[in-house]
């Protein structure tokens, strides 16, 4: 998989002009022309330390909304590119990303933990992500290998977590 990757001719104004387009695009992540997925990851790491804590249902209540969102916008945005999960689309890690911090306080070293598991998850898509990965189209194949990614990245944060508290 390339790091960098081309876009579309004149792909940076649909997305800025586009609704669709930019929330797709990770609200613009998806145009950075080196790993579009990791700029949309630590973009959304940075704005969860602004987030104000929430309650864990309202907080899984948002990632699971933003998650059916998604289905609909990364979805209808591969259709109007005609490119099936096109590196630029970083919505997914968007909504990955939050996902994944649902099990890490607010606090920077176990956010950056968390971005770290994920973004490795994400790229290294272990087993049954890859199968996933490939065998969806549309939204729902878009976002479901990245939720799946925020499991491995959630789980492998709270073990860490949970260990460097024992010992504490």
Known sequence: MSMKYSKPEGLDRKVLTDPVHFLAFG????????????????LTAIAFWFLPEMSMPVYLG???????????ICGESARRLKIHDFQGITFDEVVGMLATLSVVPHDPIWIMVAFLFFRVADVWKP???????HSLTGGLGIMLDDLLASVYAALATFSMHYFFTVIR
Do not use: C, E, N, Q
């Open 27 to 42: 609200f613009g992540t998806g145009l950075m022309p080196v790993a579009p997925g990791t700029w949309a990851s630590l």
């Open 62 to 72: 948002l990632v699971g909304l933003l998650f059916l969102l998604g289905i609909w």
């Open 127 to 133: 087993w049954p992500i890859r199968d996933v990965d």
